[in-house]
């Protein structure tokens, strides 16, 4: 009896063991219970709820430096609403499948796909993938800004829950496909089908459709309109994603693919000031500063910008007299150097015609006009000096150990077939010379000296870099520039100061980026040398004559391009010109940049007193003698003053023309390093 008693205790679970158990099942249950009854209560709560008044867009004001008026943008929603079945099935599955393709299987917020979208993130490290539903998408547009908070966050997935308790799904989809936004004014789907394809929106094929479809990710960076490789890429992607959802055949997507799109001419209101920069403005604020671009249409943004409009005025005027009706384009930007504000960009002759910006353009070469990198690497060696002299005549250059040649050619095959320095080879484009410096001191090195300046273009370092064979944009060129204006100072360029919201609150306020790229000294000398290129015999002789002020630059020239990149203490410009289709330009086209150049200078500037580039410390100014670059002495037939950077300014007296029992003698005093521009200056205050 008393051994079954053990046995029986020995073999029967502990009574706590299970007490801990049915605690936790209880526990577990009270834990649901009380979730379901807070959902159920929620929900209740929601459904009891007015959702409130929808989202009203507002007008976005872009103005340029003096508070006038650039453009005003959403002045009234282009928008005719249609009923669902009055959309095209196409229109509504390419929707369906790229922004929320298990639509009609949640109630607002899809859980499943939060969820593997903050998988997919997690994994990749980044937010590639997003989660709104088209029922949070529609809450959002109506009744909320676009503001990245989590009280926004959780707001929108209250209103979609909400939506979903009182419209149908057939309902929601209709709504959101009348209210989104298609780019250029265009809200809604059958004004975007009539604004693109002039069809109702009933009419779409299955290309057009899933062309559509994709804008509304990006209005500006997918609209057919400002880049349709984009707009095709997306479009492709959105075929693949139906055929993956099973909403279309992979021949049916292969078709539509196939199938040729033509869209309608964009109509648009009357021309806006400075278009090319707006549309610039508008990336900066959307891609660089995060602004949600609908927000940057409709969200009564105030936008305070670096434009000066006089200024803005006077290039597109200067472009229009040099290139009249003819077929060239051209692209000019104007940086001030002293804190980096973008005052005037023209990206081309006509916006209404062709709205790329051509002052971003990668692919054009800068020839000459690249030079002066290759100058300053070298006078940043301190073995180079603007009398340091090569024999420019036909040359044939090793390089790469010996195992390939270059032979460069000058314009016109015009060669001194003589000794020259470094500031006629400026002056005169010499590539002969230019080509000795690079292999001397090293492409590598004029690479690292670009991008120093902010040039960021692909380089090679090969010889012909010295010649500008490698494409490189006005606005790079600018901005590389206006670092030699400025002492050696480069500010990052700026276009946007200040964005507000609707109720002034400072959305964004721009801070200065300021780096001594170039010690003072080398920037001023290499400035000095490029101000020889308006010099009789100069690239830029020609408009020196439209030029009252101190003015240094360079100009540049290939088979398809004319450049001219140039700058006062106070305007840093480049100027392009040439084919968009890259064709051959004439030898009297090749010359059409520097007179744009010169009247714009002129008459931006023309209220500036002219002013003198300031001399720093440690450049130094004597007299040399041109044929054998040293110090000139009292029988020299030509003098020249020059300038250098201290301790590498010539010490030996020239004794070529010394009668050979004297003693030569140094020059009584040592000149003003801007004394070639007296005569000018006299000029100045007598016109």
């Known amino acids: 009896m008393e051994e079954r008693s053990r046995s029986q205790l ?22 649901c219970l009380l979730c379901v009854a807070t959902l159920a209560g929620s929900l209740l709560y929601l459904r009891g709820q007015s959702l409130p008044v929808s989202y009203t867009p507002q007008t976005t004001t872009i103005y340029d430096a003096n508070g006038e008026v650039i453009d005003s943008l959403f002045n009234g929603q282009n928008r005719d609403v249609v009923p669902l079945d009055q959309i095209s099935p196409h229109l509504i599955k390419a929707t369906l499948a790229i922004e929320d393709h298990r639509f009609f299987d949640h109630y607002g917020i899809d859980f499943r796909g939060l969820a593997r979208a903050v998988v997919t993130n997690v994994q990749q490290m980044n937010k590639s993938q997003g989660a709104s539903t088209i029922t949070q998408q529609l809450a959002r547009n109506l009744y909320l800004t676009h503001e990245k908070t ?5 707001k929108e997935a209250a209103y979609a829950v909400q939506l979903e308790m009182q419209y149908s799904k057939e309902e929601i989809l209709e709504k959101y496909l009348n209210q989104i936004y298609y780019g250029h004014a265009a809200y809604g789907i059958e004004a975007a089908a009539r604004m693109y394809f002039a069809k109702p929106a009933s009419e779409l094929t299955l290309a057009e459709s899933a062309l559509l479809a994709g804008v509304p990710k990006g209005p500006y960076y997918y609209s057919p309109y400002m880049n349709e490789a984009n707009a095709i890429s997306r479009q492709q992607l959105i075929l693949d994603k139906m ?14 693919k196939q199938e040729p799109l033509t869209f309608q001419k964009l109509e648009r209101s009357a021309p806006a000031e400075a278009p090319y920069f707006r549309d610039y403005v508008r990336h900066v604020a959307v891609h660089e500063l995060g602004i949600d671009e609908q927000m940057f249409e409709e969200g009564g943004l105030a936008v305070y910008t670096t434009l000066d409009l006089h200024v803005q005025r006077i290039a597109e005027q200067a472009v ?33 015609e062709n709205q790329y910006n051509r002052v971003f353009a990668e692919t054009r070469q800068p020839g000459s006009s690249f030079k002066p990198f290759v100058y300053l690497t070298a006078l940043e060696t301190n073995a180079f000096t603007p009398m340091t002299k090569y024999l420019s005549q036909p040359t044939s250059f090793t390089y790469d150990e010996g195992r390939n040649v270059y032979q460069p050619s000058n314009f016109g095959n015009r060669y001194p077939n003589k000794e020259i320095d470094m500031r006629e080879a400026i002056s005169k484009s010499d590539n002969i010379y230019a080509v000795h410096t690079i292999l001397d001191v090293g492409a590598e090195q004029v690479i690292e000296t670009a ?6 273009s692909p380089m090679q370092p090969l010889p012909s870099l010295a010649l500008g064979t ?7 060129m600018a901005s590389a520039f206006s670092a030699f204006a400025n002492g050696g100072v480069r500010y990052k360029p700026v276009a946007i100061t200040r964005i507000e919201d609707s109720t002034g609150q400072v959305l964004y306020e721009a801070e200065s980026v300021s780096e001594q790229v ?7 000398v290499l400035t000095h040398l490029m101000q020889s290129i308006f010099s009789p015999g100069g690239t830029g002789s020609r408009v020196a004559s439209m030029l009252k002020r101190p003015v240094a630059g360079k100009t540049g020239t290939t088979d398809s391009d004319a450049w ?3 700058y006062t203490p106070e305007l840093a410009t480049a100027v392009w010109v040439g084919y968009d289709q890259g064709r051959t330009i004439s030898a009297t086209e090749t010359h059409l940049a520097a007179p744009i150049f010169a009247a714009f200078t002129e008459q931006a500037l023309e209220a500036v007193p002219p002013k003198l580039f300031p001399v720093p410390d440690g450049v130094v100014s004597v007299y040399v003698d041109p044929a054998t670059g040293k110090l000139a002495g009292p029988d020299c037939p030509d003098p020249r003053a020059e300038v250098f950077v201290q301790g590498t300014e010539p010490t030996e007296i020239c004794m070529l023309h010394h009668p050979h029992d004297a003693e030569p003698e140094p020059p009584a005093e040592q000149p003003d390093p801007d004394r070639s521009w007296w005569e000018d200056v006299k000029r100045w205050w007598s016109d």
Not at 150 to 154: A, D, G, I, M
């Open 10 to 31: 020995h073999h029967s679970p502990p009574r706590s063991g299970w007490r801990w158990i049915r605690k936790l099942i209880s526990l577990t249950m009270s834990v």
């Open 150 to 154: 989590w009280n926004r966050k959780l």
């Open 243 to 256: 055929v993956e959802v099973g909403l279309i055949t992979q021949r049916e997507a292969e078709e539509a």
């Open 320 to 352: 229009r007299d040099q290139l009249g009706n003819s077929e060239l384009q051209a692209a000019l930007v104007a940086i001030d150097p002293r804190n980096g504000y973008v005052r005037a960009m023209v990206g081309g002759k006509n916006y209404a």
């Open 451 to 456: 991008r120093r300046l902010g040039i960021e």
């Open 470 to 476: 490698f494409p490189v944009s006005p606005f790079e």
């Open 518 to 524: 170039v010690e003072p000294a080398y920037a001023y």
């Open 564 to 566: 001219m990149v140039g």
